[in-house]
């Protein structure tokens, strides 16, 4: 089982940018998956969720720029108007149910917003 991250890069500002995450190994229609971000010298946090329903949970942080959503193996992270705070790696994670913990990690994708 194995989740691939992709799409960060070196942005300026409120610059846009899409992470992808794609699973295999297994199929992933039926599991929550989500984003989370880990900034230097900081602990890792939850960015956004959705559900095998697609419903969606957004950090305060990101709430009204990005937007999470999935296309049967594949989440999508888009993120706009980039602030310098959104600079982390971002990772992709999946679970089978709200009531298990998040198990599957992709391995993260480095975000850096320039100013």
């Known amino acids: 089982v194995q989740l691939q991250a992709s799409g960060g890069g070196l942005v300026q500002a409120g610059d846009s940018l899409r992470l992808s995450c794609t699973a295999s190994?297994?199929?992933?229609?039926?599991?929550?998956m989500a984003w989370f971000r880990q900034a230097p010298g900081k602990q890792r946090e939850l960015v956004a969720e959705?559900?095998?329903?697609?419903r969606k949970n957004y950090a305060d942080s990101v709430k009204g720029r990005f937007t999470i959503s999935r296309d049967k193996n594949t989440v999508y992270l888009q993120m706009n108007s980039l602030k310098l705070e959104d600079t982390a790696i971002y990772y992709c994670?999946?679970?089978?149910?709200?009531?298990?913990?998040?198990?599957?990690w992709g391995q993260g994708t480095l975000v850096t917003v320039s100013s």
């Open positions: 994670a999946a679970r089978y149910n709200r009531l298990t913990a998040y198990s599957y």
């Open positions: 959705i559900s095998s329903g697609a």
């Open positions: 190994g297994r199929t992933f229609s039926n599991y929550e």
